[in-house]
């Protein structure tokens, strides 16, 4: 647990020193999350110790407390930074784009443990960190959606191979807004209680969105709203780059009666590569966290049965972004896996 919280908080502190002071802080901050992170996993021992079974930590989840309050916390530094003078243009962008790295890969990571946890007050908390980055119903569809339908045609954040990045982008927000709130619709039609209609989580994800996006315009000006939605779709991009590149071109059969297999080992890619499993909450030991969704994030496990990543998850993410390279890389690794041709 020390090595969770330091690679997910020691970033927060360079971030927050690049919004209060510039200078060299916001490079510091955008090599901590880049390169330095590269770098650890390149050449430092690959595998973090496996957790013993059944092994609680109870100290996982206050963790996942504190960064959820860090998010909110570093949000508003960031956007009250915009509208300061005394830090250069330059220092600001550099700023923005690592702190919306650290909300890609740190506070979306870590909202999604939360709202998987089994207390209402972290699964608000979660979900309420989704919504702030203008994205709440991913709470909803992750839940409701993936986890349902992860690996076939009907979940919208399964890549079926051949499918680039770009074109995934636009079906799976999309996708991923009408599936969620079905869903919620549906949940909401099979309760023995017509549950108030001010209850429904979409009503609460847009409430958010507004409040965020009206704060932003008030602490900072129109620089602040334009910040803040970059800082949104920054952090979006990389949550959908987290679903793309994770199930990518991995199907679960279909059996007779049209059914499709149980979710196993095999529909999920994984990175063993401990740093980045670190700062991002062991997000990339993945099969796992669909077999066992309430399994907490430091025991999830690596078995020999699950798809590796060639490269990290990040490294994986950025390589997403140039679909030919990405095509060539997964044909390749998908190839290996057993039963490929």
């Known amino acids: 647990m020390t090595l969770f919280a330091i690679a997910t908080i020691l970033p927060v502190a360079l971030i927050g020193a690049a919004a209060l002071a510039g200078g060299i802080w916001p490079w510091a901050a955008l090599f901590y999350m880049t390169v330095f992170t590269a770098l650890l996993d390149r050449y430092m021992p690959r595998l973090l110790p496996e957790a013993t079974d059944g092994a609680e930590f109870p100290s996982g989840k ?33 700023t923005l784009v690592a702190g919306g790295l650290w909300f890609g890969q740190v506070a979306h990571p870590n909202a999604h443990e939360l709202i998987h946890n089994d207390a209402r007050a972290a699964r608000r908390l979660g979900r309420a960190i989704y919504a702030s980055l203008l994205m709440g119903h991913h709470a909803s569809a992750h839940l409701l959606v993936h986890h349902v339908h992860v690996g076939t045609g009907s979940d919208p954040n399964s890549a079926p191979e051949g499918l680039g990045f770009y074109r995934f982008c636009s079906r799976a927000w999309g996708g991923s807004f009408g599936a969620g709130l079905r869903a919620e619709n549906a949940l909401r039609a099979r309760a023995q209680t017509p549950p108030p209609v001010w209850s429904h989580p979409y009503l609460g994800y847009g409430l ?12 900072a000006g129109p620089a602040g709203l334009a910040a803040c939605l970059f800082l949104a779709l920054h952090a979006q991009m990389q949550i959908l780059l987290s679903d793309y590149v994770q199930h990518y071109g991995l199907r679960r059969a279909v059996r007779d009666g049209g059914k499709p297999e149980p979710v196993g080992d095999a529909h999920s890619w994984n990175s063993p590569h401990w740093f980045s499993s670190a700062l991002m909450v062991n997000a990339p030991r993945h099969s796992d966290h669909h077999l066992h969704p309430d ?13 590796i990543l060639p490269h990290t998850l990040p490294v994986m993410g950025a390589i997403a972004l140039y679909p030919p390279l990405w095509r060539r890389i997964m044909r390749r690794a998908l190839a290996r896996l057993p039963g490929r041709a």
């Open 62 to 94: 206050i963790l996942s407390v504190v960064l959820g309050g860090l998010h909110f916390t570093l949000l508003v530094t960031l956007l009250a930074a915009v509208s300061r003078g005394d830090v250069g243009l330059a220092d600001r962008v550099v």
């Open 208 to 219: 958010i969105a507004a409040v965020v996006l009206a704060a932003s315009l008030l602490l």
């Open 295 to 307: 399994r907490p994030y430091p025991a999830l496990r690596l078995r020999g049965t699950m798809p």
